[in-house]
T-cell receptor, first 115, second 108 residues
Framework: DTEVTQTPKHLVMGMTNKKSLKCEQH?????MYWYKQKAKKPPELMFV???????INESVPSRFSPECPNSSLLNLHLHALQPEDSALYLC??????????????FGSGTRLTVV | SQQGEEDPQALSIQEGENATMNCSYK?????LQWYRQNSGRGLVHLIL?????REKHSGRLRVTLDTSKKSSSLLITASRAADTASYFC????????FGAGTRLTVKP
């Protein structure tokens, strides 16, 4: 299995809702990442997990809460989002320090719309 | 935060022609990677070039890296309509940061 699976593919949520994005990989990668991408812009790094521990948080607002329950699964919990948080949320994985030697494997993303 | 700039921002060519995209960056790097993205979906890793390498080939792709100028280029030879996509360079030091991207359109 050489894929990163993200669910759901599309999500519409109100500003008072709580929802979660899910990302799963079975490649044995021990580093996982969340990126946010606005339309016609490059992906921006949000969080990095290495060996299930949060290693980088790019000053992301607390309404985004990441969780890595095990080495195969990465969640992004969403609460009280704003319309400007509407974007494509991309999950990626790599071997440990894989960014040094290998590329990342990306999921196809969750397109989030906040209304 | 974005690491670098890419040019051109958009490129339109005919099938069979070569496409060249450039990437400039600002900081030291460990390696530089190129990714492709179709229609705002997931990114696909194309090629990685280490900071001590100057040129790398993969199929129809040729990447160059000039660390003294902090720049890289991606050449796609004999382009096809299926190459239509956005192309991003990404620089890696402690984590990976993407450049602004080039939107390539290959007309049949």
């Amino acid at each position: 299995d050489t894929e990163v699976t993200q669910t759901p593919k599309h999500l519409v949520m109100g500003m008072t809702n709580k929802k979660s994005l899910k990302c799963e990989q079975h490649m044995g990668h021990r580093a996982m990442y969340w990126y946010k991408q606005k339309a016609k812009k490059p992906p921006e790094l949000m969080f990095v997990y290495s060996y299930e521990k949060l290693s980088i948080n790019e000053s992301v607002p607390s309404r985004f809460s990441p969780e890595c329950p095990n080495s195969s699964l990465l969640n992004l919990h969403l609460h009280a989002l704003q319309p400007e948080d509407s974007a494509l949320y991309l999950c990626a994985s790599s071997p440990p320090r894989g960014n040094i030697l290998y590329g990342y494997t990306f999921g196809s993303g969750t397109r989030l719309t906040v209304v | 935060s974005q690491q670098g700039e890419e040019d051109p921002q958009a490129l339109s060519i005919q099938e069979g022609e070569n496409a060249t995209m450039n990437c400039s960056y600002k900081t030291s790097i460990n390696n530089l990677q190129w990714y492709r993205q179709n229609s705002g979906r997931g990114l696909v890793h194309l090629i990685l070039i280490r900071s001590n390498e100057r040129e790398k080939h993969s199929g129809r792709l040729r990447v160059t890296l000039d660390t003294s100028k902090k720049s890289s280029s991606l050449l796609i030879t004999a382009s096809r309509a299926a190459d239509t996509a956005s192309y991003f360079c990404a620089t890696v030091l402690n984590d990976m940061r993407f450049g602004a991207g080039t939107r390539l359109t290959v007309k049949p």
